[in-house]
């Protein structure tokens, strides 16, 4: 009988002490929401992890996905994850006018290193005048070795028809086609006191691969006073042509020039890594331990915080983006005291950045009009465990660029979100456009004509145009044309 008493005992407490075990454990919670797409929880992943602001969007908070079934309904309640990551924005269009989403991560990666299908020319629209129906599109630029340029297409040729559309102020945006077919064409004409004059021309273009070297235009210009002045067109902030940068230096350096003029008025930005190669070929009197620039990521990522310096080598990388494993040495100017810069509110980002982080060591002057005004940069954030590029789900090609850190100069200066003002304000008219380095260009006229102190001659050029009004550029248009960016290891 005893033996039955102290079995039921050992039960009891057995049972006892399993319950007891049992209410100090919390259940795992039932998950009954399965998610609809695996992408949408990347993006909401990725944002929380490396969005600038991650803290000031509410959606990004870090618990949101501790309710796996409430996250996963939040998560259902988007069919494209394109849509997704634009709610999570903040401040989209105003505070956020940067991050974009990525369909394709090879088209991505091949446009930074300037290999993309393009008909190889950028363009403007202009009302003839300020009242006037008519519009005409200017040619900006031409790629070398391009449709537009075998087309002998040229910087400042003037169109009038589109597609077989004449151009109104009512029905422009038949452009939008240079952006999504493969096939356009358009019908020339000279602009005659104000008044468009058909020159019987028709151009057709395919589209097709170009590779544009961004070091566009350069020169060494001999003023009346004897001065030699580099002058240089840059307009991409490309990792794959360093070389090609750095030799432009190299020359200015032989001719022993006395000044610099960069244009910057076509460059939206790119590389940061390339926006301190080309400061440190500038501004040759400082070390490898002076601050061109700094980079504050978000709290969840301040480890990564860290500073551009003046380099005395720079990677070479080959067509592909890959690095060579060789350096070069960078050819520096050791004589300049100022930099004078050609501006449009088409230069942003790292171009931006070369005003900001050289103003603390020599006098930067701009001329032209405001810059975009973009103190904020991005690295890809691809669907991997550590968003790398290393081990990426193979399921999709979808990334992201959002924005990920702020730039601050060496005095931490950092307030350009309005752009940067030109010290000397001059318009770039569509009736006034010639080729790049043409002497009596205007923006390089009236830059010259600062450099001489002939500021009286300079603000006569103000007057001397046809009022064209321009409404549309196709640079503003163009996916990552206003970038910095931060490279993969």
């Known amino acids: 009988m005893k033996k039955y008493i102290v079995l039921a005992v050992l039960f009891l407490g057995l049972f006892v002490q399993n319950s007891c075990s049992d209410d100090a454990i919390d259940p795992e919670p039932i998950v009954s929401v399965d998610i609809n797409n695996e992408i949408n929880d990347f993006v909401w992943k990725g944002l929380n992890s490396e969005y600038y602001w991650q803290n000031n969007v509410p959606d990004l908070d870090n618990s949101k996905d ?55 020319f950028d363009f403007g629209l202009a009302k003839t005048c300020t009242d006037c129906n008519e519009v005409i599109g200017y040619i900006t630029y031409v790629v070398p070795n391009s449709p537009a340029s075998d087309a002998g297409l040229k910087r400042g040729d003037i169109f009038y028809i589109f597609n077989g559309t004449e151009l109104t102020a009512t029905n422009y945006t038949v452009v939008n086609a240079f952006f999504t077919d493969t096939h356009i064409s358009m019908e020339f004409a000279t602009l005659e006191n104000g008044v468009i004059v058909p020159k019987n021309k028709e151009v057709s273009l395919d589209i097709r691969e170009v590779v544009e070297n961004p070091v566009h235009y350069s020169d060494i210009i001999t003023d009346e006073q ?16 360093h070389e090609e940068l750095n030799s ?30 080309l400061a440190s070929m500038i501004y040759g009197r400082a070390n490898t331990n002076s601050v061109f620039a700094k980079l504050v990521y978000n709290s969840k990522n301040s480890n990564e915080n860290s ?12 067509k592909d983006g890959d690095y060579t494993g060789q350096d070069l040495i960078i050819s520096k100017l050791s004589s300049l005291s100022k930099l004078y810069v050609i501006t449009t509110d088409q230069t942003a980002s790292a ?68 752009g940067f003002p030109p010290d000397h304000e001059v318009i770039e008219y569509a009736s006034q456009i010639k080729p790049f380095g043409d002497l009596n260009e205007p923006l390089l006229m009236a ?43």
Do not use: C
């Open 307 to 318: 500073t551009y310096p003046f380099f005395d080598t720079a990677y070479i990388y080959n």
């Open 66 to 120: 501790n309710d796996k079934n409430s996250y996963f309904t939040y998560l259902n309640g988007y069919s494209d994850p394109e849509e997704l990551f634009k709610s999570l924005l903040y401040k989209k269009g105003i505070e956020d006018r940067f991050s974009w989403f990525i369909d394709d991560y090879d088209v991505h990666n091949a446009s930074f290193r300037g290999v993309s299908d393009s008909f190889g």
């Open 226 to 241: 004897g001065t030699k002045i580099g002058y240089l067109v840059y307009n991409r902030f490309r990792y794959t042509f």
């Open 351 to 418: 171009s931006e950045l070369i005003i900001n982080g050289l103003s603390p060591y020599m006098q930067v002057i701009t001329i032209g009009t405001t810059t975009y005004g973009k103190n904020v940069g991005s690295h890809t954030v691809y669907d991997s465990p550590d968003f790398s590029s290393k081990n990426i789900n193979p399921n999709h090609k979808n990334a992201m660029q959002p924005i990920t850190f702020k730039v601050f100069n060496k005095l931490d200066q950092s307030d350009y979100t309005q």
């Open 447 to 489: 830059t010259l004509n600062i450099i001489s102190g002939n500021v009286a001659k300079m603000e006569d050029l103000k007057d001397f145009h046809i009022n064209t009004e321009k409404i549309f550029s196709s640079i503003d248009k163009k996916p990552f044309s206003k970038e910095m960016y931060i490279l993969p290891e």
């Open 248 to 277: 432009i230096f190299e020359e200015f350096k032989s001719q022993n020039i006395q000044e610099l003029i960069l244009d910057f008025r076509y460059n939206g930005g790119g590389t940061g890594i390339t926006a301190a190669y």
